[in-house]
């Protein structure tokens, strides 16, 4: 029978222990158990010796890795296995396979989905009707262009009920989607390398090799604990059912903005017809205000015929205090302009026809139907009975008559100087009424 080289050395070694049996048999009891007590004792006597590793474990290439994560807190490092082959300088080169998981579920985000294009524009045509201006109700009820304002073509803003509901539908319309990207517990495997030396009782590593770049990719994404609290979340159907409430939402706002709306229109109707009123009030007050001057023109030409004309005289009475005395004004030529008339003539004493002072008047119509008409007449060189109390007045030589017509004719007002203006105690009382109206040339017309 042919045994195997393994077999033959194992019969060796038995051999060899049935020996030594044998021998030790051959010695007496009380020598055999002294010497198994000295071997004994010095083997008690030997220090213990540690015992070096001589590679690195996968806790020691996990401490080295976890630090190069720190940029990925949505990950997690997950076991390690490696291989460990020693290098002749003493060193250990390691290979690695890194297992990294992702701790929770990781969203993209998209704008909202273009098949939400009807509903965008349903909204918007509410809103535009809600906001149209004021321009726009007022043409419609068919007022005036002319009396629109640039604040009535700015747009309406919306009571705030109302703005509360469009906030709700745009944000439906508009606001972004969030995408299951990467799901919880994804894991993603990372090779790695490092040569580990043994210094100080502690493994070190150098030449690390670890590439993270399959999970830049992650960063870009957002973790589910940071969604916002109403986030849309694109699942099956979700685009149906947000379609659905949009449109919901949007018929609620048009229910809710047609009583505003229909108040609006009444408003510009009402502003309208409001307009109106005041305008053919206008108008009317306009022509009778036309009619009035026309009468007051009429009044007026009457006025001129029957007051101003060549050669008519007024005499009357002046007075200061207990001073008084008679005057007699004459018109030696009137001519007529289209609102006033100038004449020229002569102020003098009745008693005294000498005693006469040049004048020149001007005399121009009332600004209303029935108010007096005034009349300046200034009073030039002349002669003047000194001992009599208007001579003050012809001394300076500045005198003037402040005077107004009434309706019976007579010119009343003052005899004063232009330098006594802030002097008014010193002016004359003056009253005249036309004396008499010859047939002689009338008013000259131009």
């Known amino acids: 029978m042919n045994m195997s080289r393994s077999n033959e050395r194992a019969m060796q070694m038995l051999l060899a222990a049935a020996a030594v049996c044998l021998f030790a048999g051959c010695k007496g009891k009380d020598e055999e158990t002294q010497e198994a007590a000295s071997n004994r004792q010095q083997h008690m006597d030997l220090p213990l010796q540690a015992v070096e590793p001589v590679e690195p474990e996968a806790q020691d290439v996990r401490f080295t890795l976890l630090p190069l994560l720190a940029d990925f807190p949505m990950v997690k490092l997950g076991d390690v296995q490696m291989v460990c082959t020693p290098k002749d300088d003493g060193r250990v080169s390691v290979t690695a396979r890194a297992m990294i998981s992702v701790e929770e579920n990781l969203y993209s985000t998209e704008d909202a989905p273009a098949i939400f294009n009807t509903e965008r524009k349903e909204i918007n045509d509410a809103l535009n009707r809600a906001m149209l201006p004021e321009s726009a109700y007022l043409l419609q009820v ?23 509901l469009a906030d709700e539908i745009k944000s439906l319309a508009e606001r972004s989607v969030y995408r299951l990207l990467t799901p919880a517990q994804t894991t993603v495997e990372i090779p790695a390398s490092m040569i580990a030396s043994r210094a100080d009782g502690r493994w070190t590593m150098s030449d690390i090799s670890f590439d993270t770049q399959p999970l830049r990719s992650l960063l870009s ?3 589910e604990r940071a969604l916002p609290q109403d986030a849309m979340v694109a699942t099956d159907g979700f685009e149906e059912k947000q379609r659905a409430l949009m449109r919901e939402k949007t018929e609620a706002f048009n229910a809710a903005a047609k009583p505003y709306i229909d108040g609006r229109e009444t408003a510009a109707r009402t502003r309208m017809l409001e307009a109106r009123a005041r305008r053919d009030e206008a108008v009317k007050a306009a022509q009778q205000e036309a009619a009035a001057c026309e009468e007051r023109r009429k009044a007026w030409e009457n006025a001129c015929a029957k007051f101003f004309f060549d050669s008519a005289a007024y005499t009357g009475e002046w007075k200061r205090g207990d001073a ?46 029935g108010d007096p ?46 330098s006594w203006d802030k002097e008014p105690e010193k002016a004359f009382d003056v009253r005249l009424n036309l004396a008499q109206k010859k047939s002689a040339r009338r008013v000259q017309r131009r």
Request: charged share 30%; proline share 8%; with cysteine.
């Open 142 to 164: 068919g007022a005036d262009p002319a009396g629109i304002t640039e604040e009535d073509r700015a747009a309406k803003p919306l009571p705030k009920d109302l703005q509360k």
């Open 373 to 418: 008409i005034p009349c300046v007449v200034h009073v030039y060189n002349g002669r003047y009975d000194p001992d009599v109390a208007t001579a003050e007045v012809f001394d300076k030589q500045d005198g003037i008559l402040r005077l107004s017509l009434t309706e019976d004719g007579a010119l009343t007002g003052k005899l004063t100087c232009e």
């Open 324 to 369: 008084f005395g008679k005057f007699t004004l004459r018109i030696s030529r009137a001519e007529k302009y289209p609102d006033s008339v100038q004449f020229i003539g002569t102020l003098s004493d009745t008693d005294l026809p000498q005693a006469e002072m040049r004048i020149v008047g001007r005399c121009e119509s009332a600004p209303k139907n």
């Open 221 to 223: 994404l957002i973790p």
